[in-house]
């Protein structure tokens, strides 16, 4: 019988594993509707409610104006003191120009499919690759915690072949579920950006990045899953591999944040994971510091920056793949099983 199948099954028959994957799927269908409900289709007749929507701020601004000049021409013809309430001279107080108060402000949202669909990609990676961190840890962990892993270790003696094959059918199984929900994911929005907005301009320059944002994160997913699964490996339990994450978040990142940011430290953002998951799959972010100021020569203060990249992320995460993969299959094959 083939190890690998035998795994797949496993992975298939856990209740754990279809239950966490499910409810990522269902948190993406969440967000798929709420974005659907959240936004309308713009057309003439909502162009002309922003229209007179627009057209009363403005009449409402003139007013308050006209109101707020009176009260100065009382003021000053009463001998009242001013307090630097009034300009010295009532004429100063003007209505805004009719342009001030902008149509567009007053459009209900509406979803630009060439414009928006490449940000929800990170919320589909996001969510994927947190079930994907949980289902790995689960399917090894749970073998080494039921004393499964040993019994198969009796059947198939090969320590480090087992736990690739392990790992093999769990990344099987972890794109066997996203590219079919990528692909509904992607039709999804599409019907959102038909119904509710506009699909104008998506060329085939843009499919081309929306493609490469996703193959991105379908490596961040495997990523993940994979480390999820090597560190449940090298702990011997879920536990480890979950505990590892919160300390990570809650000790890692905020609490790191914090004392960097008490201690003025520059751009803390770059020593927290979210920047460079981030910068993964937007290619790049520019982070600020705003203590530092670079005055222009024409006086405007610019703050410093840093720019960190997709490359800066890769480099991160392959060490982080090596170091959790490579410690999980030193202790395989090394330490005592039973």
Sequence with gaps: MSLYRTELRRLGKRRFARWMTLAGLLVLGAVLVGIFLTNHKIGPA????AQR????????????????RTACEQARASGQAQDGRFPPDCEMIEPPP??????????PSTFDFRASFGSTLTTFTAILALVGFVVGASFVGAEWSSGGMMNLLLWRPQRLRVLLTKLSALLTGALAVTLPAA?????????VGTLRGTTAKTTSGVWQSFALTGLRGLTLIVVAATVGFALASLGRHTAMALGGAIGVVVVGQFGLGI????AGARFVEAWLLPTYMLAWMDKKVTLENWRSCAVSYTGECKPETLELTWQHSSVLFAVGLVLALGAALVAMRRRDIA
Excluded: C, I, N
Aim: glycine share 2%; charged share 25%; net charge negative.
């Design 46 to 49: 909502e162009r002309a409610e």
């Design 259 to 262: 004392v960097l940011a008490m």
């Design 98 to 107: 009719p342009e001030s108060a902008d149509p567009q402000w007053f459009l």
């Design 183 to 191: 692909a509904l994911w992607t039709a999804g929005f599409w019907l």
């Design 53 to 68: 929507k627009a057209e009363r701020q403005y009449q409402l601004q003139v007013r308050q104006v006209e109101q707020e």
